[in-house]
């Protein structure tokens, strides 16, 4: 239920994991929409990330065409 259930319950099971391991940085859990694995991310993890990313392009970048398209099919979505 964690994944599927109603906002109102899936916040407050965040908010009672992260008040009883305030240094958690996420979870592991399936995707709601892809059913696929999928991470949240709580606010002790912030300093996890690079201040600077390593690349930086918008979404209509060509270069990024294939690995968009790839990405889009491997969990089911359509690309438009």
């Known amino acids: 239920a964690i994944n599927t259930g109603p ?3 899936t ?3 965040a ?3 992260t ?3 305030p240094h958690l940085d ?3 859990t399936e995707s709601s929409m892809t059913g696929q694995p999928c991470v949240t991310v709580f606010t002790p993890a912030v300093n996890a990330f690079p201040a600077v990313a390593q690349f930086s392009e918008p979404l209509d970048h060509p270069g990024l065409a294939t690995d ?3 990405a889009a099919s491997a969990i089911g ?3 438009i």
């Open 11 to 13: 916040r407050a099971w």
């Open 19 to 21: 008040a009883a391991w």
């Open 15 to 17: 908010r009672a994991l």
């Open 68 to 70: 968009l398209a790839a």
């Open 26 to 28: 996420g979870l592991w």
């Open 77 to 79: 979505y359509r690309l």
């Open 7 to 9: 906002k109102h319950r």
